[in-house]
């Protein structure tokens, strides 16, 4: 089924334009965030799919990410100040609530707005979360990349220019998704990575255990900065949950018919749901 694209833009009380596309059209609005890093490219075949069956999908570049402003100050990035981003794409589209998805830091980020908003928010999907049992890894992961843009930042320039060489469509595209994630400047890239790494990465745990929406979590094992047991914990703290068990880190992105379905029922079934319905918690492997 072919849906409608469309690609739009708004600007925040700071004056930053974010940009974002819009898939499909309709009252059922469906909002998917990006890891840390990439850009709102990595969620577009998920979003064709979910717009395939009805449903209005808007994958977002939160603030530098992607083709969004970049300020250069670690004070302009947090998840907190990701999950206001949202909510002003909400208020943006006109729109009440949303089921809100993300990935990695996409997923702190709709977990926040559950928590900040919860009105907002028909239901949650959540893949690889960064909760507890991540943080060694991220800092791990996060430091050398902070350390090089603000002492060598001509590797960060280097690496830039060498991706951007390459046309992106004579590439696979999970490559370009790869390679229009080494499009970073300096100074943006070390005020996202401080502001993220130092800041407030995650609602708190008694904060979690506030979301009273339906939340599909999705987790897998075998990625040391994404850990299952984040995913796992996540789904035990949720009244409304399910755990779904990726087989692989790649799963959803190379043989993504499973967890699509998964992520179809799930959505639809969140706006069908009457807000009455009774709380279950379930795992599928």
């Known amino acids: ?60 570049d939160l603030l530098g990410h992607g083709r969004s402003d ?9 998840v907190p100040a990701f999950a206001a981003q949202v909510l002003a794409l909400l208020d943006h589209l006109g729109a009440e609530r949303a089921v809100v998805g993300g990935t990695s830091l996409g997923a702190n980020v709709a977990l926040q707005v559950a928590v900040s908003a919860p009105d907002r928010v028909r239901g949650l999907v959540v893949e690889m979360p960064l909760l507890d049992n991540a943080l060694t890894a991220g800092l791990l992961a996060g430091t050398p990349l902070l350390l090089a843009a603000r002492f060598a930042p001509f590797t960060v320039a280097a690496v830039r220019r060498a991706t951007r060489a390459v046309p ?20 943006p890239l070390a005020a996202v990575l401080h502001g993220v790494l130092f800041g407030s990465l995650a609602p708190s745990a008694e904060q979690r255990r506030s979301i009273r929406v339906p939340v599909l979590v999705v987790g897998h094992d075998a990625d040391p900065l994404h850990p299952a047991a984040d995913a796992e914990m996540l789904a035990g703290e949720l009244p409304r949950s399910r755990f779904v068990r990726a ?32 709380r279950r918690r379930g795992t599928a492997h």
């Open 70 to 78: 970049r300020p250069a100050d670690p004070l302009a990035y947090s």
């Open 168 to 187: 992106r469509g004579v590439v696979p595209f999970w490559v370009g998704v790869w390679l229009d994630s080494c499009n970073q400047r300096s100074g």
């Open 1 to 60: 089924m072919l849906v409608s694209e469309r690609i739009g833009q708004f600007f925040l009380d700071t004056g930053d334009r974010l940009e974002y596309t819009e898939f499909g059209a309709g009252e059922r609005l469906v909002v998917l965030l990006h890891p840390q890093l990439m850009t709102r490219r990595v969620q577009q075949p998920l979003a064709r799919t979910l717009a395939s069956q009805g449903l209005h999908v808007v994958t977002l």
């Open 247 to 278: 087989r692989s880190i790649m799963e959803w992105r190379l043989a993504p018919e499973r967890l699509d379905a998964e992520a179809v029922r799930f959505v639809l079934d969140a706006w069908d749901a009457r807000r009455t319905r009774p």
